[in-house]
């Protein structure tokens, strides 16, 4: 069964002006269908303004669609008597580090979550102890999270929604605050609840380099979904990429304009390593044809 | 410099005071505050502080520490000083123009000083050894009756605790404002007190509207995380009291009958 449903999700934006009187609305998600199955790694991509954070609140009902419907493995986000449940199902972690930690220390933080649903003391002392060994923060459960760096603080959030078990996890442009260390300490972090823990993961973001490991990326723009694919087939258009005022990776961008120059690559080149061995086969490719 | 401030703030570290139960711990701060203004002379003062220096020793938390916290408030107790050493009629002992340092005065003056010092250095000892959760936890407990009465005990804990974990990120946040401002010419050092204050304005707008957007995220991550307020929650750690926590109440006992009894004595 899919995880997460959406079916001609609309959402609208009502802004006022200085009196309070509606000016217009804007509409942030527009008509958005998407199916996603269990245990999938999906990337949403945009630029700001494409829709991808309000559309990332939807799943987590802290937004209902203006029109259209949001399932989470089956219930209706419309719903309220489910809403606990939904949240329970599909965790949220946000993009500022400090302003979702509640805990003065690591682990009462992590254990927030199940203690709001009431789970028995030693079980969250159990969960606690899995999710944190989970994103590799065990050794610092007894520490303050403002001494933490930016990566590490937002691994302890992840523990804290994983502490929940959800089934699934969105994360809204996690590591948009980060460093490129804590950058990769968090993706890695990631793709390892992904791989062991078999938990979905929609990862929103509009860092290119993150969604290499997506097995389904869809990229938004003005609250449409503009592109839909692997990794790959995304990459392969360079061009409507860059209409869409997203950055193509430097190798995939490398490859993409030697191949314009004539040069045999395939396309959608997404790593150094296979831009490198690519490189090889042409190299060998043109010396055999030399001869 | 404005992360100097300890106040509100946990030290961690394993000691017998950090493992004691909260409760204790909060009831013990009370109790010792109370003691200081029954004393009639400066031997119970004494009582307290050998109590509270021993406390302190017990606690493991470096006394450098937690005067490094006390600087903030300096200019508070310098303030209560002078008034009551000017303002307390009296006995006169010094003249200065129109001002008079009377006897009493001197009293008030070095009682407060003592009173108020070890005030802070007693309830800091208490958020410096208490998560602010376990801290907000024993409040919640030990206030429950209230909730009969409409009393939104866990509403104000949960508070509490919110408003401790936002002090440090907070002050965070003022100092890279305020080094923002500087950097673009801003004067917060020099010029009077009216003068220092209005350079403020500037650094408490950004601060609120940033307050402001945290509070809105914070409430978002919250719910996002399931919470609903205090009905249906379970404690991670809940307070149960062992068997130290019986003998620190005793102890406490002792210190506060002690105390009082010295303090009031006449020599």
């Known amino acids: 069964m899919s995880i997460l449903k959406t079916e001609k999700v609309t959402f609208e934006y009502i802004r006022h002006d200085e009196e309070g009187n509606v000016e217009g609305t804007i509409t942030a998600v527009n008509d958005v269908s998407l199916d996603i199955e269990q245990g999938q790694f999906i990337a949403i991509l945009g630029h700001n303004g494409s829709g991808k954070s309000t559309l990332a609140k939807h799943i987590n009902a802290i937004l209902t669609p203006s029109k259209g419907t949001v399932w989470v493995d089956g219930m209706d986000t419309s719903e309220d008597e489910k809403i606990w449940e939904i949240r329970q199902t599909a965790g949220m972690v946000f993009q500022n580090p400090d302003n979702q930690i509640i805990g003065q220390v690591v682990e009462e933080d992590v254990g927030f979550g199940p203690e709001n649903m009431g789970i028995p003391t030693e079980e969250i002392w159990q969960r606690v102890e899995e999710s944190l060994r989970a994103v590799g923060m065990y050794q610092y459960r007894k520490h303050s999270p403002n001494n933490l760096s930016g ?43 992904n791989d062991v823990e078999g938990v979905t993961v929609i990862l929103i973001t509009h860092y290119m380099e993150e969604i290499i490991h997506a097995d389904n990326v869809f990229v938004m723009d003005g609250g449409k979904v503009a592109m839909q694919g692997t990794p790959r087939e995304i990459f392969s258009q360079v061009e409507r990429l860059k ?49 | 410099m404005l992360r100097d401030i300890t106040l509100g703030q946990y030290y961690q570290t394993e000691s017998v005071i950090h493992r004691l139960d909260a409760r204790v711990k909060l009831a013990g701060t009370l109790i010792f505050i109370v003691s200081l203004f029954f004393f009639k002379n400066y031997w119970g003062y004494l009582v307290a502080a050998l109590f509270l220096a021993g406390v302190i020793k017990l606690s493991r938390v470096p006394f450098k520490f937690m005067v490094k916290g006390m600087k903030a408030i300096v200019f508070l107790v310098i303030i209560t000083v002078l008034f009551s ?71 104000i804990a949960m508070m509490m605790s919110i408003a401790l974990r936002f002090i440090p990120i907070l002050l965070e946040e003022t100092d890279k404002i305020m080094k923002a401002q500087i950097a673009r010419g801003a004067d917060f050092e020099s010029g009077n007190l009216l003068k220092r204050a209005k350079a403020m304005v500037p650094l408490l707008v950004p601060l609120f509207i940033s307050a402001f957007r945290r509070a809105n995220d914070l409430a978002m991550a919250m719910e996002a995380r399931c919470y609903r307020g205090g009905d249906g929650r379970t404690k991670m750690k809940p307070l149960i009291y062992q068997k130290r926590d019986h003998l620190a109440y005793v102890c406490l006992l002792v210190y506060f009958v002690a105390a009082v009894v010295i303090g009031r004595l006449h020599f």
């Open chain 1, 151 to 193: 990566g590490q603080k937002q691994r302890v959030s992840i523990a804290g929604v994983l502490a929940m078990h959800p089934k699934c996890i969105v994360l809204d442009e996690p590591t948009a605050m980060l460093d490129p260390n804590g950058r990769k300490e968090v993706i890695r972090a990631v793709r390892a609840l």
């Open chain 1, 243 to 291: 209409e869409l005022r997203l950055d193509v990776p430097q190798v995939t961008l490398l490859a993409y304009e030697l191949q314009k120059q004539g040069v045999p690559l395939p396309n959608g080149i997404l790593t150094t390593e296979e831009f490198a061995d690519a490189l090889e086969r042409v190299k060998k490719g043109s010396s055999t044809n030399g001869n």
């Open chain 2, 85 to 155: 050493l000017f303002l307390t009629p009296g006995e006169a002992l010094v003249s200065l123009g129109k001002l008079t340092i009377t006897k009493e005065g001197l009293n008030t003056a070095i009682t407060t000083t003592i009173r108020l010092s070890m005030l802070i250095i007693g309830s800091s000892i208490m958020t410096l050894t208490t998560t602010p959760n376990n801290l907000t936890d024993a409040m919640e407990k030990s206030m429950r009756p209230l909730k009969k009465l409409h009393v939104p005990v866990h509403e």
